[in-house]
């Protein structure tokens, strides 16, 4: 084998190593209904017709708060697409950008929106798959919301809710017209707040998940110190769509 030939061989493996595979994440944007510019993460598993999960973030929070768990996601077969909401922030050494451009304070009520723009994303990218939706902290709350103006949303993953919204019983409203598969978590010393959603959701399909030790708030209670015991239920609860 000539040098030449040898050169030609390591150029082509080095463009085929250094190209985007499909599996790639990719930065992705679209508009809300008011026009407000939408950031995200999309995780694809290359093949569309897998289910979907949208990931939703907390309070002072953007996407990054799935760098860790939404690569897991596409490991089990999902999907999945991470957005920066209106009302976050810089943690986790990223900036929210949807945030950042909006320019003004925005209340949770309106991220309502940004779910919903992310929800239409997915139709519009020609998936075909069951599409779930997680939420963080005050996100936990809002996809109760979403579901139920959307109940062909096939399931939630609740981290962390109560009542965040306007009103004092919005979310258990909202969670007793949810009849798909629901999945609640949190801190221990939050469990009790998270059982009052948890009572009030109508579908007969539902999990409250307890952690043994203290745990953590919101989502990030999956890259705490008890990270594997939360997963061992997440991975239990997403059996069902796969």
């Not at 999960?53 to 490991?75: C, D, K, M, T, W």
């Not at 010393?189 to 953590?216: L, M, T, W, Y």
Request: net charge neutral; charged share 20%.
């Amino acid at each position: 084998m000539t040098a030449r030939v040898v050169v030609a061989i390591v150029g082509f493996l080095w463009v085929a190593w250094a190209l985007p595979t499909n599996r790639s994440p990719q930065s992705v944007a679209f508009q809300a209904v008011d026009r407000v510019q939408v950031y995200g993460t999309y995780y694809p598993t290359g093949d569309r017709t897998r289910p979907v999960v949208l990931l939703f973030h907390q309070s002072e929070s953007n996407r990054g708060e799935y760098a860790q768990i939404a690569p897991r996601l596409v490991e089990l077969g999902f999907n999945a697409l991470a957005i920066d909401q209106r009302v976050g922030g810089s943690m986790w050494g990223m900036r929210n950008q949807t945030y950042e451009r909006l320019r003004r304070i925005a209340g949770y009520e309106e991220t309502l929106r940004d779910l919903e723009a992310a929800l239409n994303w997915v139709t519009q990218s020609g998936h075909t798959g069951a599409v779930l939706v997680w939420g963080s902290s005050y996100s936990s709350a809002l996809v109760f919301l979403l579901v139920a103006q959307h109940p062909k949303i096939a399931g939630i993953l609740s981290f962390s809710p109560w009542e965040y919204l306007w009103g004092e019983d919005t979310v258990r409203q909202a969670a007793a017209k949810v009849q798909v598969p629901v999945f609640i978590t949190s801190a221990k010393d939050e469990a009790e707040q998270a059982r009052v959603i948890f009572q009030a959701v109508a579908s007969p399909n539902k999990i409250q998940f307890v952690p043994r030790h203290d745990g953590r708030h919101g989502s990030p209670a999956l890259d705490g110190e008890d990270r594997e015991e939360y997963w061992q239920a997440v991975r239990a609860f997403l059996t069902q769509f796969n």
